[in-house]
């Protein structure tokens, strides 16, 4: 490649990609050179002007037409800005919850630079690199409590099962470079519409179920889920949130990204296969969140409900809103669970335990606490009013609006979220029905506040004007 052609590329596309390397690079120098720990205290403020300042060049790149770059490896299109949105403003919140650790904020600036490779990916190899970039960041999260035994073996449980689902995952797409001698996804997509080859038809078969094996483990679906909770539950606050926002969230992208570009045919004629493991998985995360007395493994069990949710419109992509409503319901699911995942952390050091009972009397003890918990509460159990109801009723008329058959995947997510409500409402019962003898009044550390506030007002507004998130899509 000579000067003259690296310099033709639209490198604007990329910039907030060469801000968040760039500050990763930079706080990694300076983690190695600065002589006092005192003056790393800025490193939680660098990463946020990170995320904040690639989050202001997205938006300014919001009215750019397609960008693509390096030979069609690097897209830019509507898809890749409305992800790369909600990615930033969880990376965000993760870095705001996040310990006072320098390593720490670098971890999850590469991370979040993973997540965002793969959003703009168009070649099988940039997939690839940004998935195992997001795999290694957040196994160097979940393990950074070294003196933890619960952190190492979550990180340990992490590390086996994600090396499984990325050697499964390239297995597959090996498949499909074998098949088409191509890496990029327009090639591969045009040589199988085209082939008349049986053979070749159904090796491309063969590398759907693959890969799609292999993305199940990733975002934690029947039957490869049982990781999840023991991950969570041994995970730091900030290390389980980037699980569970930016980690989850690029996992479905990937899904999007291969499997409408690439897959289209073979997600037609695996409609019901897709959408009876969404089924499984909806049932299985919410009857086994019933039978937690750990909130965070409640939680966890919760989240597994939420992705059979998702994975549900995967099996409607015929709908005009299936694409709509998963980046609304991640959107909304961004801020109900961040929220829910804060209050429960910062309860359960303040009570040193994190059984259900650390609920019990906050309704006494911290109104405004117990408000918002409650907030949050409803909106994951879908709620009128509240986002989580606005997600979860868009996936709900994509899956009936895409054929009639699959009334039946959208009455078992009615009875899941029927379910869903004795998981939510125990909690409940715990906020303002159970009587605690200590009722020592509790304040909330500043930073942590303000994400809990700030996520309890998104999910208000965006339930009861769900147009303001629709027109950001919109304007892109």
């Known amino acids: 490649m000579n000067i003259e052609t690296l310099l033709s590329f639209q490198w ?12 990763a690079t930079i706080m990694t120098m300076l983690d190695l050179f600065l002589p006092s720990k005192k003056q790393r205290s800025s490193f939680r403020y660098l990463s946020l002007m990170a995320t904040l300042t690639a989050l202001v060049l997205l938006v300014l790149l919001y009215q750019e037409s397609t960008i693509v770059i390096l030979y069609d490896t690097f897209v830019l299109d509507e898809f890749a800005k ?14 705001l919850t996040a310990p006072p650790k320098s390593e720490f904020f670098y971890f999850i600036l590469m991370g979040l630079l993973g997540a965002m490779i793969i959003s703009s990916s168009g070649d099988l190899m940039t997939l690839f690199i940004g998935l195992e970039l997001l795999t290694l960041s957040s196994v160097l999260l979940v393990a950074f409590n070294r003196e933890n035994l619960h952190a190492n073996e979550a990180a340990i449980k992490l590390f086996l099962n994600a090396g499984v689902s ?17 890496t990029n996804l327009q090639v591969i997509a045009s ?34 889920q049982m990781w999840v909770a023991d991950v969570y539950q041994g995970s730091s606050i900030s290390s389980t949130l980037f699980l569970n926002i930016v980690s989850k969230t690029a996992g479905f992208i990937l899904f999007m990204r291969l499997f409408l570009s690439v897959y289209e045919a ?30 965070k493994r409640m939680l966890a069990y919760s989240s597994i409900g939420h992705g059979g949710y998702i994975l549900a419109a995967f099996s409607a992509f015929q709908s005009p809103l299936y694409i709509e409503g998963i980046w609304f319901y991640l959107f909304a699911y961004l801020f109900m669970t961040t929220g829910a995942f804060v209050i429960t952390y910062f309860l359960s050091n303040a009570e040193g335990h994190e059984e259900v009972s650390l609920f019990a009397g906050l309704g006494k003890k911290s109104p405004l606490l117990a408000i918002l918990m409650t907030i949050f509460l ?20 994509s899956v009936i609006s895409s054929d009639p058959a699959m009334i039946m995947i959208a009455s078992v997510m009615v009875m899941a979220t029927i379910i869903s409500y004795a998981v939510y409402f125990r909690i409940l019962e715990q906020i303002f029905f159970n009587k605690q003898n200590h009722l020592t009044p509790i304040k909330m550390d500043g930073r942590l506040a303000f994400v809990t506030v700030l996520c309890s007002v998104a999910t208000c507004i965006f339930g009861l004007f769900p147009n303001l998130l629709y027109s950001i899509m919109s304007m892109i």
Do not use: D, H, W
């Not at 596309?13 to 500050?23: A, D, H, K, R, S």
């Not at 082939?195 to 029947?222: C, H, P, R």
């Not at 997600?267 to 937690?292: D, F, K, P, S, W």
């Not at 009128?384 to 606005?390: A, D, E, H, L, N």
């Open 166 to 182: 990325t050697a499964i995952t390239l297995f597959g797409m090996s498949y499909l470079y074998g098949i088409t001698g191509s």
């Open 82 to 95: 409305i992800f790369k949105l909600l990615l930033l403003i969880g990376a965000s919140f993760v870095i």
């Open 12 to 23: 604007q596309g990329m910039l907030p990609e060469f801000v968040i390397i760039g500050m």
């Open 266 to 295: 073979a997600l037609l004629e695996n409609q019901v296969i897709i959408g009876g493991i969404a089924c499984v998985t909806m049932l299985i995360g919410n009857i086994m969140a019933l039978r937690q007395t750990n909130v």
């Open 191 to 224: 040589t199988l519409l085209t082939t008349q080859n049986s053979e070749l038809l159904y090796l491309s078969a063969v590398s759907f179920l693959i890969i799609f094996v292999g993305l199940t483990f990733k975002i934690g679906a029947f039957p490869f």
């Open 378 to 397: 409803l909106s994951l159990a879908a709620i009128p009013g509240t986002s989580g109801f606005i997600g979860k009723f868009a996936i709900f008329l």
